[in-house]
Structure formats: structure tokens, C-alpha cells
């Protein structure tokens, strides 16, 4: 991918570590007037703290430093259209499930300085094409929402039940989340989708099963992959 060739930037939630490369791409860049597409709760000051006692701290994106080169900050918890009306942005994610329950360590910073549990995660979001003759392909970064979710707020959003690929994170690896690995991934195939390429912060145990349930479907994706829908 060339970056000369962006023409927007999509902010799937506001963790840094999903935007600490942000601000030298726009940088580098230099375009005027950028659109940045991100749900307000992704300038929260966040914290992980796991049960250990450990805690990591997670700043949002400096809006300053954006809003100085030039970036046409577009916060919303609606959904919206890119590239001439090709691409949705889901905005915030109606959640169903009774399982998915976000991020339980997250913790926000208060306006008085304190800190309060924030385990929704609610600025989380993805991208929505709709391929003719196919159906949805939904990208999704971590899927804090839950995969569940995530696909099928993607269905009622658009108004599309056939799902012909997913391709991101499901957040599944660890204690809590491995819990409901099952329960999930069930529920994804009942969706049908055509191809599944889990992501990142899936873990094993879920991508093993996925390969397992859903064969026929099962991508193994990887950095540098290339992708071709349609």
C-alpha cells in the first residue's frame, strides 16, 4: 500500500496501541484537510489494569498535534460513507450478546482525576464494503464489541444479511475471553460467512478452532497478506 494514496484515516478505538503510528503518517504526509474518522470516547485517558496488579497506561491521540498539520477531525458515533459512498464506517456498535462484554480491565481518567471502570469499549469500530454479488466484508481491528456483534450490527446497519468475509481481530486470548471462545465462534458460523481471517488479538485456541469448525472458511492471514475481494 502506497500512503501517498490515502485520502482518509479511519481510527478503529482510541487503544496506543493503535495509533501510536498515527501522527507520523500524517506528518509524513502533509495533506491538507485529512479526514480522520474516530467515535469521541476515543480521546478518553485510559488504563489497563490486569488482576496482577500491573497497570498500562493508554493515551489517546494527541487531537492538538492533528488539528496543527491540517487534520479534518471527524468524531461521531453515527455511521458514516467514504471513498464516494463505498465504504461504511459502522460507528458505535449496538451490542446484543450477552457474553461480549468489552474490555473488563479498562479503566478511564475522570474529570476530577479519579479513575472509573470503562470495560465497554464503545468507540470501537470497522469498516463495511459491500461487494456485488457477494455480500459484507467486515475489517475489524480488535472487535472490543465482540465479533457477534460486530457482524451483526454490520447486517443491520446495511441492511445485508449475507456476510462474505470477515477479516480482523476477535480478541479472544487470555483467561476472560478464552471462556467464551466457544460460545463465539458458534455463534460466528450461524452467520455463514464465506471467509474468516482472524486477526491478531484472537489468539490460538480461537484460531485453532475456527480452522477446526469452520475449514472451508478458515483463512490464515498474516502481515503483508494481500487480499483480493470481488
Not at 455511521?79 to 457474553?99: C, I, N
Not at 475489524?140 to 454490520?154: E, I, K, T
Not at 476477535?170 to 486477526?199: C, N, R, W, Y
Request: glycine letters at 10%; hydrophobic letters at 40%; charged letters at 20%.
Amino acid at each position: 500500500m502506497q500512503l501517498t494514496a490515502l485520502e482518509a484515516i479511519v481510527l478503529s478505538h482510541g487503544h496506543a496501541d493503535h495509533h501510536g503510528g498515527l501522527f507520523g503518517v500524517v506528518h509524513s504526509l502533509g495533506k491538507k484537510n485529512l479526514p480522520l474518522v474516530l467515535h469521541p470516547d476515543a480521546w478518553k485517558n485510559r488504563k489497563i489494569r490486569f488482576p496482577s496488579g500491573v497497570e498500562m497506561h493508554m493515551p489517546p491521540p494527541d487531537r492538538r498535534a492533528l488539528e496543527k498539520n491540517d487534520v479534518q477531525i471527524i468524531d461521531s458515533r453515527a455511521p458514516s460513507l467514504l471513498l464516494s459512498d463505498h465504504a461504511l464506517v459502522t460507528g458505535q456498535v449496538e451490542r446484543v450478546t450477552d457474553y461480549e462484554k468489552g474490555f473488563p480491565y479498562q479503566y478511564e481518567e475522570m474529570d476530577n482525576e479519579q479513575w472509573e471502570p470503562d470495560p465497554w469499549v464503545w468507540d470501537d469500530q470497522g469498516i463495511v464494503f459491500n461487494v456485488n454479488g457477494k455480500g459484507l466484508v467486515v475489517l475489524s481491528s480488535c472487535s472490543h464489541s465482540g465479533v457477534v456483534n460486530v457482524l451483526r450490527n454490520a447486517q443491520r446497519v446495511t441492511g445485508v444479511n449475507k456476510v462474505h468475509a470477515f477479516m480482523g481481530g476477535m480478541h479472544l486470548t487470555g483467561g476472560i475471553f478464552e471462556k467464551i471462545i466457544s460460545q463465539t465462534i458458534q455463534d460466528v458460523a450461524k452467520v455463514h460467512p464465506d471467509i474468516i481471517i482472524p486477526g491478531h488479538c484472537t489468539g490460538w485456541k480461537a484460531m485453532h478452532l475456527i480452522s477446526r469448525e469452520m475449514p472451508e472458511s478458515y483463512v490464515q492471514g498474516s502481515a503483508g497478506t494481500r487480499i483480493h475481494f470481488g
